[in-house]
């Protein structure tokens, strides 16, 4: 029941609307649980060990960023549409590209452009929205753009859905999207040219009882593909591994972590809120190297309730997917710390993360970014990590083809005035380490952020928002009670 209350107090339980209004002060304080302000974050020194940025280019509302096999393009969500940047000069890197208006020749308007996705071989970019559900009268769906010529892609298909785009997944011509129905959330298949439904699957066909367990705990928030495998994190629910070497008839491989739908269906609203929040479970994120033999699953997570000694920042577990039938956990790489581990506080759980050969590109929002020699996955050894938790949070990190570069999006920074706002968002390029392992422990101080206060605000599917979809349908449509299931 303390719980419960703290989560009320802290404005996490939000009845009826899909998204909660940013929490920051124009001055960077915060209530806290008792009401009153904490203190501002001071001036930080960054951390810079193997790596440094090279560049930086402003892109408002910047979230999801992926790059073109040659390492010279990259493609990005920008919450209100999309952004072609060239890195020719990953110290100069210009923006070719910005569509505010996909839909400007329609009725309705695309919003929440959290995720892009590039099918590179048959030069098509995925774009979907809105990533949470919104006012029933917006564009939901997928818009898929010819990008042949980077410098004026052509849109070639627009797909509408009954439910809310976090995020989708493009290959082989095809789209994947996390179709998040309430009482069937699973993945559906669209023909990336044509429209046309191909395939559509449901943690639900294996068993009925996920239909009575709340969208927050079985929420689909993200799909990999990678050879005939796709890879699905239900939060909660953990991780399915699912054969779409024929994308119309999706096959059951496996399925890790998570807990039983019966275990999650039996938790009481409050119980299904805080659950939702705190590990175990949280997959948030799955992504392969490029043989598809390693696998890793990122958990996002805070600390609900500090006085529990429970929760806090999720990491990235990697796991031996060579027999896909079979997956096997080889180790955890731990997050970066935090002084406040509440979903007010600094975020510095695992968002998205690729692989590029024995490494791992790795991005943890205000914990910065940070590259992993993967090369015995038992045991990652840190080679660079880069963090200015006053100025940036890290949406993902994508290394650039085979150039020595990677990129990272921030998705906020600061304006004049000190407020930390997503119009201040930012690509940065950094430069690829060298091998080697930083020597410094990796411990707050050594982390360079003494001194720092709750910040809050609401990035991406997190647990807010996980909250406010238990009360509505898996399309938005309409408001539910507390104890009503999804």
Excluded at 336 to 357: I, K
Aim: glycine share 10%; with cysteine; charged share 25%.
């Amino acid at each position: 029941m303390r719980r419960r209350r703290f989560l009320r107090r802290s404005g996490l339980v939000a009845g009826g609307l899909g998204l909660l209004p940013e929490r920051v002060a124009s001055d960077d304080t915060a209530a806290n649980s008792q009401g009153t302000p904490t203190s501002s974050p001071r001036e930080t020194t960054p951390v810079a060990e193997g790596t440094a940025p090279l560049g930086r280019l402003p892109i408002g509302g910047l979230r999801e960023v992926v790059t073109s096999p040659d390492g010279e393009t990259a493609y990005c969500a920008t919450t209100d549409g999309f952004a072609v940047v060239d890195l020719g000069d990953p110290a100069a890197p210009e923006l070719l590209v910005d569509e505010r208006e996909p839909l400007a020749d329609r009725e309705g308007t695309l919003s929440d452009v959290f995720d892009v996705k590039l099918d590179a071989a048959n030069d098509l970019l995925a774009v979907v929205g809105p990533a949470n559900p919104i006012q029933a009268d917006a564009f939901r769906g997928l818009l898929v753009y010819d990008v042949s010529d980077r410098t004026a892609p052509e849109r070639v298909t627009v797909y509408e859905t009954d439910y809310f785009n976090h995020n989708c997944f493009a290959t082989d011509g095809h789209v994947y999207l996390c179709a998040n129905r309430g009482d069937r959330n699973g993945v559906v298949v669209v023909n990336a040219r044509t429209g046309e439904t191909v395939g559509d699957w449901s943690l639900a066909d294996r068993d009925e009882q996920w239909r009575d367990v709340r969208l927050q705990n079985w929420v689909l928030h993200d799909v990999f593909v990678h050879d005939g495998t796709a890879y699905l994190p239900f939060w909660d629910a953990g991780t399915v591994l699912l054969d779409v070497s024929d994308p119309s008839t999706p096959e059951f491989r496996s399925h890790i972590r998570g807990q039983p739908p019966g275990q999650l269906a039996a938790l009481t609203s409050g119980e299904a809120d805080d659950e939702a929040m705190e590990p175990p479970g949280n997959d948030h994120y799955t992504a392969t190297s490029e043989d598809g033999d390693l696998l890793g699953v990122g958990v996002e997570a805070w600390d609900a309730d500090p006085d529990d000694d429970a929760g806090g920042p999720g990491g990235i577990t990697l796991y031996d997917v060579s027999d896909p039938t079979a997956p096997e956990e080889l180790s955890v790489i731990e997050p970066p710390p935090t002084p406040d581990p509440t979903f007010d506080g600094v975020w510095t759980t695992s968002h998205n993360f690729a692989f590029r050969g024995d490494r791992l590109y790795t991005s943890w929002y205000r914990g910065g970014v940070r590259v992993y020699d993967v090369s015995d996955p038992t045991e990652p050894a840190l080679l660079a990590r880069w963090r200015d938790s006053l100025e940036t949070g890290f949406w993902t990190a994508v290394p650039a083809g085979d150039r020595d570069i990677f990129v990272a999006p921030s998705w906020k920074g600061r304006d004049e005035a000190g407020e930390y706002t997503a119009e201040r968002a930012a690509l940065y390029t950094f430069s690829d380490p060298a091998t080697g392992t930083p020597t410094s422990a990796d411990g707050a101080s050594s982390d360079g952020q003494p001194g720092f206060g709750p910040l809050a605000g609401v990035a991406g599917l997190g647990a807010g928002v996980l909250y406010a979809l238990a009360r509505r349908r898996g399309d938005g449509s309409s408001d539910r009670t507390s104890d009503r299931k999804v």
